[in-house]
């Protein structure tokens, strides 16, 4: 009877390392998904790419961290959570180093893409190890809540740290900064971690991820490189028919397959299909307005690599600040309320933003970048949280992650189509700086139009669920914050 106390006891200290190995790995994985925005401008500059190249590198990562995070969960639960972890954090770095080395866009592109494929396992191995470590309910709530937070802290330091970074050393720096990380969690983790698993696992849902990847694939190139290669270009068309073809391909496989990677079902909730469309805008609006802040400041204002990754903070710090509260707002008020007024704020921000100029001071420009944030960060949790809400408990799980993809789809979009605004203003004969403007707007009034879809559209499922949302959405909440990519996410 006397070894139940000690093994507890003992169980502690392997809880804190994991604790840390898991919020470590997460943390990475979330700044370099703002860590790479400030440097940019940089990176336009010494590898003599234009707008289209930037969009790749940037999307070359959102796309497959978007198309693989759900196989990446099966994957964790089926050969080993510690063996999947430990795996993507060492595709994750190899990959970081080729990404300091590239010579070039493509090879550079090409290192995007490992990078992807690596924090698509990571994000959902590391969540699934502090779970299963975790079996009490309200242990595990707490836990989840801390990694989330610690984690999340990279979504704000990601702009600074690239700000200082690429301008005391160039733009191979931020990913240079990945190895020593990448190294201690694999000397630490495959020590310290467990394995586990789950052996009524899902089969991989092989010929869904494929189409997946090939379709979203086709539409970014289309969307990416129709403004270079014009828009009535056979390759431009090709690629839109392609996607087309594809995507109905993969709707057709996963409504025949007995365990897809998507449930079409889900879909028959209009509480789930709600949610998870404003969760595409909030990753459109949100990703595809990020990208251009850095180059706002930097090519526009004239400010320097590092004043600028300053500048752009008050967007990652107030998600970092109110996030936390997202959740408990949706739980006390509905999560109609705070979503569409999140939707609002943001909306309203980001049109705000398309008014700036050359010669706007930054007392004008900071607070429209905190509206931003704030709003964002009243929209996440709580749609992934009414989407939990609209299926059965045992698939709220998979609903996190579909919640999680849907957001990174959106931000794939919105650096493609936003991009692609600018790069048609220009080719019009605007300035970049109109081109920027005219995308902020465009994010701004999709954005807002997303708001009132909400304002008539979300609404409970189940008024008689209402007294399990606030668990649901606490839990949620921090779940919602440790997928940012998640992309995520800013």
């Not at 936390?324 to 943001?346: D, S």
């Not at 220009?426 to 995308?439: D, I, P, R």
Request: contains cysteine.
């Amino acid at each position: 009877m006397a070894a139940s106390p000690a093994t507890a006891v003992d169980s502690r200290p392997n809880r804190a390392v994991l604790l840390t190995v898991t919020c470590l790995g997460q943390f990475m994985v979330l700044l370099d998904n703002t860590v790479v925005g400030a440097a940019l401008p940089d990176m336009q500059h010494r590898l003599h790419t234009q707008l289209t190249g930037l969009q790749w590198i940037v999307d070359a990562y959102v796309l497959l961290v978007a198309m693989l995070l759900l196989s990446g969960g099966v994957f964790a639960d089926r050969f080993g959570r510690k063996r999947v972890y430990l795996t993507g954090v060492a595709v994750f770095t190899i990959a970081s180093v080729w990404c300091s080395l590239a010579p070039s866009v493509g090879w550079l592109v090409a290192g995007r893409v490992l990078q992807g494929i690596g924090a698509a396992a990571v994000s959902p191995a590391s969540l699934a190890l502090l779970t299963s470590a975790y079996p009490v309910p309200q242990e595990r709530i707490k836990a989840i809540g801390l990694w989330a937070g610690l984690s999340g802290i990279g979504l704000a330091a990601g702009p600074v740290a690239g700000g200082v970074l690429t301008d005391a050393f160039g733009w191979p720096a931020i990913f240079l900064v990945n190895l020593p990380i990448g190294v201690f969690l694999l000397l630490v983790g495959v020590r310290s971690l467990e394995e586990a698993r789950n052996p009524r696992a899902p089969a991989i849902d092989v010929p869904g991820t494929v189409l997946s990847v090939l379709g979203v694939g086709a539409l970014a190139y289309g969307l990416i490189e129709g403004g270079a290669r014009g828009w009535s270009s056979p390759v431009i068309l090709g690629s839109f028919a392609a996607a087309a073809i594809l995507l109905a391909a993969f709707v057709a496989v996963e409504a025949r397959r007995s365990a897809p990677m998507l449930p079409l079902r889900l879909f028959r909730q209009r509480l789930f299909t709600v949610s998870n469309t404003a969760m595409v805008v909030v990753g459109f609006a949100l990703m595809g307005s990020s990208f251009f802040f850095s180059q706002f400041f930097v090519s526009v204002q004239g400010s320097s690599i590092l004043r600028a990754g300053l500048q752009t903070l008050p967007v990652s710090l107030a998600m970092v600040i109110v996030s936390p509260y997202a959740a408990r707002l949706a739980a006390r008020y509905g999560f109609r309320i705070v979503v569409t007024t999140g939707l609002a704020m943001a909306g309203l921000g980001l049109l705000a933003l398309g008014t700036v100029h050359a010669d706007t001071g930054y007392e004008n420009v900071w607070w429209r970048l905190g509206v931003i944030g704030i709003g964002f960060a009243l929209t996440m949790s709580p749609l992934t949280g009414a989407a939990i809400q609209a299926v059965d408990s045992q698939e709220g799980g998979l609903a996190s992650g579909i919640s999680s993809t849907t957001r990174q789809i959106g931000a794939v979009l919105g650096v493609a189509v936003l991009g692609a605004v600018v790069r048609t203003r220009q080719s019009g004969g605007a300035s970049f700086e109109t081109g920027l403007n005219s995308a902020f707007l465009a994010a701004g009034a999709v954005t807002l139009a997303t708001a009132v879809f909400t304002g008539l559209w979300l609404a409970r499922s189940d008024p008689a669920a209402d007294s399990a949302a606030p668990q649901r959405s606490t839990d949620q909440g921090a779940v919602t914050t440790s997928n940012e990519a998640p992309v995520h996410s800013c």
